[in-house]
Structures are given as C-alpha cells and as structure tokens.
C-alpha cells in the first residue's frame, strides 16, 4: 500500500454495529487518500472490519485492551499519512468532512490542525464554533467555553507531534493536550463551521461520568500556564467553570464535602461575584438536604428528566 495522505485512527471499545457504522462512514469518504487503523480493545471490531472488506484498512486486536489513553497513542505511533485524524467509534463523519479539512488546512499553512463543528445525535443541535478561517491564536479559541473540542472533529498535521508531550495525562480528555500544545508551541488552528461530523451523545460515553469527566477537565487545565494575561484569564476562568460544574455534579450524588472543595477551588482560580454567589448556592443547598432534593425535584421536571433517569441521590 503506498503512502497514505490521511491516517484515519479508530481507537474501538463498542458494539460492532457501531463500530460498523463509523468504519462506514469513514470508507465512504469523497477523500479516498486514506488508510484506516482499527486498534480495537474489545474484539467487536473485527467482524466490523472484514464486512467492510477494503484494503485500506488495518486492524490490531489488543491484548491486554490499553484503554483509551493508550490505544489512542498506539495509532498515533502506527500512523503513516501526512494528516492525523481520529474517528471515535459511536460518532461518524459526513462524506464530505475529510475533503473539507484537507483542503481548510491547505488554505492554512499557519495551521496545526482544523476543528469542525458537529452535530449531537439523536436530534441534538449544531456545535457554536467561530466563522471559518484560520486564527493564529488558537489558545484563546480552544480556551473559549463556547466551544467544544471534539477529538471525531478534527484532523491535525503530523508535522505538530514532535510539539506534543507523551505520554499524555492520564485523564479521561488527556487527548485535549494534542491541541493545547500545539496552540502553545505557536500553530494556528483552522476553523470549519458546517457541522459535518454527527457527535453521539449516550449514556456509556466517557463524558457521561459527571464527576469523573469534570474532575478531570479541570486538571488537565491546572496542568498548563500562560505568559500572556489575557489567555491566562481564559485558563483561569477555564478552570474555575469546569471546578463549579464539577461541585455541581458532586452536590446530586451527595458528596458535599467534595462540592465544598470544588467550590474553594473555583473561588481561588476565578475570583468574582458570579463564583462567590454559585459557590454559595452549591455549598448551602449541601448543608440542607431538604432543599436540595425540592431544587433537584424542580430541576428534573424543568429539563423533562424522566423519574427512571435520575440517578444519584440528593443527600
């Protein structure tokens, strides 16, 4: 097989049929330059693969599985192509989403890697990304809380991995550092705002762990600081939403003295009224058990949560 232009890397954990549909969605790429590396930790992506019956793609059963960190740095280390891409195995692409981000980052040569924007599935809405274009200061756009990096949607050059550390934190969104590093070695990130890529929100994702996931969020944060003011502003302020909303998480499964720490935490990385008066909120309705399960109660039924989805307890 010659040389690739694209290196497709599906780290599989999942069913075979969803396994099946996002192998699919990547074979059926207008952008045919491809290879497509199947590192799978389950077994499921075997069947997956010989049903899809392409040269283009490689598979590797992993023995003992190398969990998500490690499998991801395993098809980095077998990738060949001149960009990098990964497609989790629950979120599929758009057929025109790899010809798209070639031809954004050959418009871009300032630019690492391309962020697209997605779509949430089943019937979710369009991700907020800034209008397309390529931004030399890609730290305060990854910075910016209106937008979600999602590993599915973005395709990075291979040219940035010298600039990335490895291993990489061993955190549930260990993957961000990918991006962040690169920002902070000084490449530019191209930006696409038609959601091509259909992001599966599920019960069984990584993210669905509400604490573990937000805990995580913030220390990969508290892992990075910067010269400039301004961006700095941005990782603080980062940083203090992620600890508040991991209170918040701790605070509906009665874990109060954690919702305290977090809220210290937050108060201490982003000084202000709005996280003096939150902190407050979070750490009075944890003292009164009463009004935290009428306010749960209220939450629930305002977001149409069904009785069967709750989970957790309120104290």
Known sequence: M???????????????????????????????????????????GRQAVDRADDERVLYWRNSPSLGFTGNHEALLGRARGQLIAFLH???????????????????????????????????????????????????????????????????????????????WPSLSCGDMVLYLDAAVAGW????????????????????????GFREDLARLFELYRFDDPAVERLRRSRLGMSRLSAARAHLRTGRHRDVRANVADARAARPGARSCLEG????????????????LGAWYVIRGVPATARSGRAG
């Open 89 to 167: 195995d629950d979120d599929r692409w758009e057929p025109s989403y790899l010809d798209e981000a070639v031809r954004r980052l050959a418009a871009s040569p300032a630019a690492g890697f391309v962020i697209t924007a997605h779509r949430e599935t089943p019937d979710g809405p369009a991700s907020s990304h800034p209008p397309s274009g390529c931004y030399a200061d890609a730290l305060s756009v990854l910075l910016d809380p209106q937008v979600r990096l999602l590993p599915s949607a973005t395709v990075m050059r291979r040219a940035i991995l010298p600039d990335v550390r490895r291993p």
């Open 280 to 295: 407050a909120a979070l750490i009075a309705l944890s003292q009164r058990p009463t009004l935290l399960r009428a306010t």
């Open 2 to 44: 010659s040389t690739p232009f694209v290196s497709v890397c599906m780290p599989v954990s999942r069913s075979v049929a969803e396994v099946t549909q996002s192998l699919n969605s990547a074979l059926g790429q207008s952008f045919r330059d491809i290879e497509v590396l199947v590192s799978d930790d389950v077994g499921h």
């Open 188 to 211: 530019g990130v191209a930006v696409i705002d038609t959601a091509l890529v259909h992001y599966a929100r599920h019960p069984k994702q990584i993210s669905a762990d509400a604490t």
